[in-house]
């Protein structure tokens, strides 16, 4: 009903119950005035609506942390800056993403396609990813908008050591950002299509793992986390 009036029927389908065991529940939040009944169809009422405004958020950090409430609770979540920690119900039902032990220094090879359809790419790395910066090349040569923002060392080694690939960056107009601040996450990564966050442990270690999320919500708060870091970045071109 958060989107609008429901039928019984529809409210049966999306609880997969059945309507004996809906009507007396629809009936008490009739009678709680937290519901209203029109003809065949039911309404949240003025109530109604701000409870459920309050649940929303709840209801999204649950899945937040549901399986996964052991990687944030063991990782430095410092790197999520306060504004974006009260929104973290943003991201939603979240996958913990473990690597495959004999690809684990590779791109996989399931987000490389999604990266290679996107129009919009933003990541950050604290870390080297030899891989990583062609790819951002590519998508950038594919027509898409891309910010790479890169922990000053890394920026560094990547100018020096790799100019083909550091040419390569500048030539297909790829936005290159310094970070020089020290608290910092693993990584992130933002598409069209999924959010990656990758963060250290408590102790600073590093840890192949990371946070995913496919909803739009997570995307949006993705890029919100972006835009916070690229405004503590210096912009090199």
Same mark, same amino acid.
């Given at each position: ?43 949240l009422s003025d109530i109604g609506k701000i409870i459920v405004e ?37 991201? !939603? @039902?979240? +996958? ?8 684990? #220094?590779?791109?996989? =090879?399931?987000?490389? %396609? ?66 020089? !601040? @020290?608290? +910092? ?8 299509? #999924?959010?990656?966050? =990758?963060?250290?442990? %408590? ?13 739009s919500s997570a995307i949006e708060w993705g890029n919100e986390l972006?835009?916070?870091y690229i405004g503590l970045s210096e912009k090199v071109n």
């Open positions: 009903m958060a989107n609008g009036p429901k039928s019984a029927d529809e409210i049966k389908d999306g609880l997969h119950g059945d309507v004996f065991s809906i009507m007396p529940q629809l009936k008490k939040l009739k009678d709680m005035d937290v519901i209203i009944q029109k003809r065949d169809t039911y309404e309050k649940m929303l958020p709840l209801t999204g950090l649950l899945q937040v942390f549901e399986g996964n409430n052991n990687y944030w609770s063991k990782h430095d979540r410092r790197p999520i800056p306060e504004h974006l920690m009260k929104k973290i119900h943003m991201l !939603g @039902k979240c +996958k913990l993403d473990e690597p495959d032990l004999d690809h684990l #220094f590779e791109f996989p =090879k399931d987000l490389k %396609k999604m990266l290679g359809r996107s129009e919009k790419l933003r990541s950050f790395y604290s870390f080297f990813c030899p891989e990583c910066p062609s790819i951002q090349a590519t998508c950038a040569k594919n027509g898409a908008k891309v910010d790479l923002i890169l922990d000053e060392k890394v920026y560094v080694r990547l100018k020096n050591d790799f100019k083909d690939t550091y040419n390569l960056l500048l030539e297909n107009n790829v936005s290159l950002y310094i970070y020089r !601040g @020290k608290i +910092k996450p693993s990584s992130f990564i933002i598409s069209n299509e #999924f959010m990656m966050l =990758k963060l250290f442990g %408590k102790e600073g270690e590093f840890d192949h793992r990371n946070i995913m999320s496919f909803n972006a835009d916070y």
